[in-house]
């Protein structure tokens, strides 16, 4: 550099951030070069400078994104030496001392290649754009489909293959790799969690499924930390009773004929796990044990799933009311160690599993959630990246999906984020619809709005449609629509003074979006491999579209997306007995309204589900006499009639002001011939 250059670099007075060893010392200005103008001119022997500590700190991040890379290769070296069709090519390239990285990154481009009959994900990408709650990006590049290793598996025996190699990359199982559990002991100990059955290969085959098609959903588990205890037969955070837990959500994913208690009855899958689990809960005196907490809430989604919503909220009520007691909810601090880190990350985890399903089910029925309004809420789960990068592969009873090859990254911890994160603002509306003594306001309504549409536009870009399609993820996309369309439903009567937002609208493009997204999951996977509230989902959508059908009965469209709802919950009555309820309720708000629709044989299921425990009515029975006077809608409304619609009339609803006063409110009655 040359001496003007210099000149004007530094300007006039200049003295550099970082000088000379001597002028340091003493305490002299300093012109940064080498030698300095101060050290020659006073003969200085030798002029020294230390390293900044900006330039040690890059240093650091070089190295660490240095060692992670890697880790990366070496590990997708190391998994692909599992498989026998490269192997033997592999380490022939290892023996000719070629660098990782360029084995690595051949591999890369190996498994990123097009296969040979290419999936159209194209309804994925574009499912539910019509939705007005936020714009979309239109991703132009499809999922990542990860390799074409199937090909390479001899037809015989390839679903015993497929099924271990799926056991391996959902629980960590993986021998000869750096998979997340692959230093938790051994596969089989000698502990018993189950006395239901004594097959182990049966036990870890459903929690396979569990892991794979609603973990991490509302989880209360900490999938890492359970395993290696369940591993090796500790009770720190597994249990019997937890597993039994597991297990009875987990039959519900598997068509074996052991899964069933009354053969031939499929809503009887996973009973006599369950049963299990409720008796080790009654027998256990003191409930305070992080385990029962966990187990509490894998039963009330079981629960939720057989369609026993009043025992559902229950179980998951008593969940969050021990982590409450339990502290889980207060800033603790652990100790620095590994096992603090590791009692943290599942303390975490358990409590925001808890709030999350309290709030779900609290969104689904119409009431307020079992913590109280401004409670603090404790840190939420930190995100690690190699549990991020960790493969999501679909798994099921004869690996037959497997040959779709649409293993990706799970983006586990992330994904709990955005449901964490979206639990909150569900939390703080059910606050604002709910409570007793306040009467909404038009404004109230919008902030929520904004609110929900924040949530969608600050989500990472790798839980986008169109970059990641675990169900998972696809389940966060359908949460923050239902979640959109049951803020506005109890107002699609009226119209907001004060904006262009219309509720009916919301309500009707939000439906849209819920079918468009089901149907891509029923493409992907099959809607036999759902997670337990899709059809809480499916059921809220149709009853909008069913709603619209009503209204404007030439629209063929429409009755074309309600008869989709009707067809998606009767596959998914081979899983979740939910289904069937909401089949009954879509018949029999059909039936009241006057709209002609074919049920295909399906419903009269309401009083049988009811039967085994109470025939008393909860939140979706639709059918309670006097207060079907809420059930009325459009397109003419009376004076005298109640503004506000419910399909449910034992749901809450909001207050609003009526009369003169609505009008102060921002409300006026949405009139439509």
């Known amino acids: 550099m040359d001496e003007s250059t210099l000149r004007r670099r530094r300007g006039i007075g200049f ?31 030798e002029c020294s400078y230390d390293i900044p500590v900006r330039q040690s700190k890059e240093a650091m991040r070089l190295e660490i994104k240095r060692l992670r890379d890697n880790q990366r290769h070496s590990k997708r070296v190391l998994d692909a030496l599992v498989l026998n069709d490269t192997a033997v090519d592999i380490l022939g390239q290892l023996r000719n001392g070629e660098a990782l990285e360029d084995i690595s990154r051949r591999l890369e481009s190996a498994s990123v290649s097009p296969a040979s009959n290419p999936v159209s994900y194209d309804s994925l990408k574009h499912s539910g754009e019509s939705t007005p709650t936020t714009s979309r990006p239109n991703a132009s590049n499809s999922p990542s489909v990860f390799g074409d290793w199937h090909k390479h598996t001899p037809i015989q025996g390839r679903g015993e293959w497929a099924i271990d190699y799926g056991q391996q990359m959902l629980l960590g199982d993986q021998k000869d790799s750096y998979g997340l559990l692959s230093h938790h002991g051994p596969k089989h ?32 588990v900490s999938k890492e930390h359970f395993m290696e205890d369940y591993r090796k037969g500790l009770w720190r955070y597994c249990s019997p009773l937890l597993v039994n837990a597991i297990l009875s959500l987990a039959c519900r994913f598997s068509d074996r004929p052991q899964m069933l208690c009354n053969p031939g009855d499929g809503t009887t899958a996973g009973d006599a796990f369950f049963a299990e689990a409720w008796r080790l809960m009654n027998a256990d005196t003191d409930h305070h044990e992080l385990t029962t907490v966990q187990a509490l809430g894998v039963m009330s989604i079981r629960e939720a799933s057989c369609g026993r919503i009043t025992r559902s909220s229950f179980l998951s009520g008593q969940s969050i009311r021990l982590a409450v007691e339990m502290s889980l909810h207060q800033d603790i ?41 401004h409670i603090k809420l404790p840190a939420k789960p930190a995100i690690i990246q190699h549990i991020e990068e960790a493969l999501w592969v679909p798994y099921t009873d004869d690996g037959a999906p497997l040959d779709q090859h649409f293993s990706q990254p799970s983006n586990l911890r992330t994904v709990y984020k955005t449901f964490c994160d979206l639990s909150e603002r569900v939390h703080q509306a059910l606050y604002t619809l709910y409570s007793p ?14 609110g929900y549409i924040h949530w969608y536009d600050t989500i990472p870009e790798s839980l986008r449609l169109g970059q990641n399609f675990t169900p998972a993820v696809l389940f966060a996309h359908l949460f923050y629509h239902s979640a959109t369309l049951l803020l506005f439903q109890p107002f699609i009567n009226l119209k907001i003074n004060t904006s262009s937002v219309l509720p009916q609208d919301i309500c009707n493009q939000a439906a849209d979006a819920i079918t468009g997204l089901v149907r891509s999951y029923s493409d992907l996977y099959s809607l036999r491999l759902t997670p337990s509230f899709v059809p809480y989902f499916v059921l809220v959508s149709a009853i909008i579209h069913l709603v619209t059908v009503k209204t404007d009965p030439s629209d063929p469209n429409v009755r074309g997306k309600l008869l989709q709802s009707i067809s998606d919950l009767e596959e998914m009555t081979r899983c979740h007995a939910f289904a069937f309820r909401a089949i009954d309720a879509l018949r029999y708000l059909t039936h009241h309204w006057g709209v002609q629709v074919s049920f295909n044989g399906y419903g009269e299921y309401l009083r049988d589900v009811t039967s085994s425990s109470s025939a008393s009515p909860d939140q979706f029975s639709p059918d309670i006499g006097i207060l079907q006077l809420l059930q009325r809608i459009q397109p003419v409304l009376s004076s005298n009639d109640h503004p506000l619609f419910s399909p449910f009339p034992m749901q809450g609803l909001p207050s609003v002001a009526l009369g003169a006063q609505m009008e102060q409110g921002g409300f006026t009655l949405a009139s439509r011939g």
């Open 15 to 45: 003295v550099t951030p970082n000088a000379c060893v001597e002028c340091r010392k003493r305490k002299a200005k300093c012109d940064g070069r080498m030698p300095c103008t101060r050290c020659i001119s006073q003969d200085v022997a």
């Open 333 to 373: 601090i652990y100790g620095g160690d590994e096992d603090g880190d590791a009692e943290k990350a599942v303390y975490e985890a358990t409590f925001w599993g808890a709030l999350s399903l309290n709030e779900m089910l609290s969104l689904c029925t119409g009431s307020l959630p079992h913590l109280s309004k």
């Open 189 to 220: 100990n000698n502990q018993s969690w189950t006395r239901v059955t004594n097959d182990v290969a049966l036990v870890e085959h459903l929690l396979a499924l569990y892991f794979c098609w609603e973990y991490p959903i509302f989880a209360t």
């Open 437 to 450: 003594g306040s009467e909404v306001t038009a404004v109230a309504l919008i902030d929520i709005y904004n």
